[in-house]
């Protein structure tokens, strides 16, 4: 094999341009499926910290009557706990309510949360304030949608448990920035004291934020949410994410090894004398197939080497200083971070190489197979066999 | 020098398939070389020459009766036993000289031995005398194709006797040279056959390199017509 590798290294620096061309396909497949590869990763990571820090936190003690996808389940989807029951939990109550942001009407989502919670990373410190009207904070995409900024006051209308309606002016004290849409676009978060006294919810709560100390228990009327339940869509979407881009892995894999199978099979074609040569100088059939093999399969550690040169310090960049999104990426209905870090972690790396290495050595071998039953009298004579 | 049988052809016949029929390259022939003979195979196109080379050599095997080469019946040799019969005791020089375009000349004469395992500092030895023995020892670093005809083929008989074997097949060559070329070519194999003992086994119609030959065996259709002792050993 040592002999293979040494001889397989010289016929390929000996060919010069054919070799730098496949390289370079090579090279830049290697690049742009890591890029993708590190990308997703990067982006998946980020969403995933992102949505634990901002919404889920360790889980969702979910009432029962609840379910987000539902709007008309937000009116009765809401109960009370007893302290004991409510200890590592933080309360958040959901309810309907428009406001009137330059004369036009707006539904949103009302959510009141404890000013002192500590298990998401809302900037809920914000909401304690002595004024008399109601503080209320929103985040960026929402105040872009409302062009509401901080300080300015708005009408809310809300209903209280009676259904009687009520309104009042809120006054945006805080616009926070989050990737996370789920707590962003559509909502208004105020303190949870204030929106009991506003609905006569006294203590009730639509969900409760767990943290890391909480136990589950089972609760009557209320269902446990894991962070795995809660991030279930965004497992499925990411699992959909690395589908598609592994049909496009493949495309451009099959595009790069198209290129090498292209070459031995001319290879083996065109250097028949060549062939003949190493069998009359000695080597076996299966020595020179072994030759040819490696000749094809070395392309793809060359392009190893060329892709890291190049590829290195593009990664080295865009994992330290990340790539920017204009903001309507924000608006896609998933956590899309505004700057996505990309991460190339040794298994992303490691699994790529060994991918193409394979890949390389197979379209290699198939058309190098070809050798062995060749005559070598007639491949010494140049003869198509 | 060693004397003895070293290629043995006994009632040997090689047909190949054309078509639906056959077409027969040698027929029945038996031939007997001695150790460092310096001998040739001479006849038209189509007379069976290469051929018979081709079966010395073991890159082609009979149809019929035995080649022994070196006491190894070549019908009977495993793909790898060949190989190493090639690699080890057979050295080919080509009618095109067939170098490996992207070696240079040291690396084309090298070949053998790394294929043999050889010791680098061995290795870099043999490939200089060999170099030596054909004046090319200066142009080691070129590549083939910054060679002229007379010296390409010099790297070829270098890479041939390399590795000391003890029959080398020269398959027409002198086709492609030119009268001085042939002469110095044929020089040179003349004496490394003197000085190392090999047995050389031309096949050639060219009449300057029948002027070297201690033996010619004439052939046509695939039979010997003649075979011719021009000089002794002993003689010479």
Redesign the interface.
């Known amino acids: 094999m040592k002999?293979a590798m040494?001889?397989a290294y010289?016929?390929l620096?000996?060919?010069g341009l054919r070799t730098w061309l496949n390289v370079g396909v090579l090279a830049l497949s290697f690049i742009i499926i890591i890029f993708f590869r590190g990308f997703l990763e990067g982006w998946y990571n980020q969403a995933l910290e992102e949505s634990i820090a901002w919404e889920y936190a360790e889980g969702h003690l979910v009432n029962e009557e609840y379910d987000p996808y539902d709007p008309f389940s937000i009116q009765d989807g809401h109960g009370e706990l007893s302290e004991n029951e409510m200890k590592n939990l933080t309360p958040i109550l959901i309810r309907q309510a428009a406001i009137y942001p330059e004369g036009r009407m707006l539904s949103v989502l009302l959510k009141g949360i404890d000013v002192d919670q500590s298990h998401i990373v809302l900037p809920t410190k914000n909401l304690k304030t002595n004024s008399e009207m109601i503080p209320a904070m929103i985040g960026k995409n929402m105040a872009d949608a409302t062009n509401l900024k901080e300080g300015d006051q708005v009408l809310l209308r809300w209903r209280d448990k009676g259904g009687t309606f009520d309104a009042g002016k809120i006054k945006i004290v805080k616009v926070f920035t989050t990737n996370v849409g789920t707590v962003d676009g559509g909502q208004i978060w105020i303190p949870i004291k204030k929106l009991w006294e506003m609905t006569g919810l006294e203590n009730h709560a639509t969900l409760f934020v767990a943290n890391e100390n909480y136990t589950p228990t089972d609760i009557s009327g209320w269902q446990f949410k894991t962070q795995d339940d809660l991030l279930k869509d965004f497992y499925e979407l990411m699992e959909m994410e690395r589908i598609s881009t592994f049909f496009m892995y493949m495309l451009l894999l099959s595009i790069a090894l198209l290129a090498i199978f292209d070459t031995q099979v001319l290879s083996v074609f065109r250097r028949q004398?060549?062939i003949?040569?190493y069998?009359?100088?000695?080597?076996?059939?299966?020595?020179v197939v072994a030759l040819f093999t490696v000749e094809g399969t070395m392309y793809s550690l060359f392009a190893m080497i060329v892709g890291s040169i190049v590829g290195f310090p593009i990664f080295y960049y865009l994992a330290n200083n990340g790539i920017v999104f204009p903001d309507f990426y924000q608006d896609m209905g998933v956590v899309f971070p505004k700057r996505i870090f990309l991460v190339f972690d040794f298994k992303v790396v490691s699994t790529t190489i060994l991918l193409v290495v394979v890949a390389a050595a197979i379209v290699s071998f198939l058309p190098a197979r070809k050798i062995s039953k060749m005559?070598?009298?007639l491949a010494?004579k140049g003869k198509l066999q | 020098m060693k004397n003895g049988s070293i290629i043995s052809i006994k009632n040997v016949t090689k047909r190949f398939p054309v078509g639906e029929g056959e077409f027969t390259a040698l027929k029945n022939i038996n031939l007997e070389f001695q150790r460092g003979e310096f001998a040739g195979l001479v006849g038209p196109s189509g007379s069976g020459k290469t051929t018979l080379l081709?079966i010395i050599?073991s890159?082609?095997s009979p149809t019929e009766g035995d080649a022994l080469v070196l006491g190894k019946n070549i019908s009977k040799l495993s793909?790898?036993e060949s190989?190493?019969l090639?690699?080890?005791h057979i050295g080919?020089i080509?009618q095109?000289y067939?170098l490996?375009?992207?070696?240079t000349v040291y690396?084309n004469v090298e070949?053998?031995l790394?294929?043999?395992?050889i010791p680098k500092a061995q290795r870099q030895k043999m490939v200089m005398e060999a170099l030596e023995w054909v004046g090319l020892a200066s142009m080691a670093d070129k590549k083939p194709d910054k060679l002229s005809g007379g010296e390409g083929q010099r790297v070829a008989i270098a890479?041939a006797m390399v590795k000391k074997p003890e029959i080398v097949i020269a398959d027409e060559p002198s086709a492609n040279l030119d009268a001085a070329n042939t002469h110095a070519i044929l020089k040179t194999m003349r004496e490394l056959n003197e000085n190392l003992g090999t047995t050389f086994l031309f096949s050639t119609h060219d009449e300057k390199v029948m002027g070297y030959l201690d033996r010619i065996v004439h052939l046509r259709d695939g039979a010997v017509e003649e075979d011719e002792i021009i000089k002794s050993k002993t003689q010479s």
Do not use: S
């Not at chain 1, 069998?279 to 020595?287: C, H, K, S, Y």
């Not at chain 2, 490996?100 to 070696?103: A, H, K």
């Open positions: 002999l040494q001889l010289k016929n620096m000996g060919a004398k060549e003949g040569t069998v009359a100088l000695g080597m076996t059939r299966a020595e005559n070598p009298v010494l | 081709n050599g890159l082609d793909h790898k190989a190493l090639r690699n080890k080919f080509f095109v067939n490996l375009p992207v070696y690396e070949f053998a790394l294929l043999q395992n890479r």
